[in-house]
């Protein structure tokens, strides 16, 4: 049973850089659509037209540094506008939103990574969600130094993907610690693996999870 006001058929997917979130995402798409339900796909930040001009703001690399509670109220801006127009309405009508990243990445990210007080994005989270979230979230996991040479294989870098190895070592042990403290909603998949053992494993995940909520 999911908690009071975790969404049963909200589903997000989580992890580093270099983790496989895109490919593993379509995945899950694929394993949903399969079912014949109406599925949402989205991403964070993002997700509607305002949300993604504030993505853009967000990941562009820039001269100009960018002050920590700024970053993370323009997230939560673009994830109150993506809740309110997108994943609420999708979720009260019956179907199933399936979301690249949510507000565990901006304790792992903005919390951890940039030593910014959980207390304040508690503060934020609940005024923009008011409890509400996924009931089911898979975390990928991997090593930073394998995933950062993966992501370093991609196109250019964002701002993100160019900040030190210790940056990325504190998300992910951030992220390991949400799993740890939440087993039944937090889901880890070894990333390092095989992309098609990974893609098991999350189908596995998958089935059982949807099997559940019939």
């Not at 001269?63 to 999708?90: C, G, K, S, T, Y």
Request: glycine share 8%; with cysteine.
């Amino acid at each position: 049973m999911s908690q009071p006001g975790l969404w049963p058929r909200f589903i997000s997917l989580e992890g580093g850089e270099g983790v496989g979130k895109s490919t593993n995402l379509a995945a899950m798409a694929e394993l949903l659509r399969a079912t014949g339900r109406e599925l949402v796909v989205t991403r964070e930040p993002g997700g509607t037209p305002l949300a993604e001009d504030i993505r853009q703001l967000l990941l562009a690399p820039r001269n100009e540094a960018v002050a920590a509670d700024a970053e993370l109220l323009l997230l939560f801006a673009a994830r109150a506008q993506h809740w309110q127009q997108v994943i609420l309405p999708a979720l009260r009508r019956g179907a199933w939103v399936l979301c690249d990243r949510f507000v565990d990445a901006t304790y792992a990210y903005q919390g951890a990574g940039r030593g910014l007080d959980t207390a304040l994005i508690d503060r934020l989270a609940e005024l923009v969600l008011q409890g509400q979230g996924p009931a089911l979230t898979l975390l990928l996991d991997v090593d930073v130094a394998t995933g950062l040479a993966r992501a370093q294989q991609r196109a250019a870098l964002d701002r993100f993907e160019q900040e030190q190895l210790s940056f990325f070592e504190r998300v992910r042990a951030a992220y390991l610690v949400r799993a740890q403290a939440e087993p039944e909603r937090i889901r880890r998949i070894d990333a390092s693996q095989p992309l098609a053992q990974v893609q098991a494993d999350v189908a596995a995940v998958m089935a059982a999870y949807i099997e559940m909520c019939e």
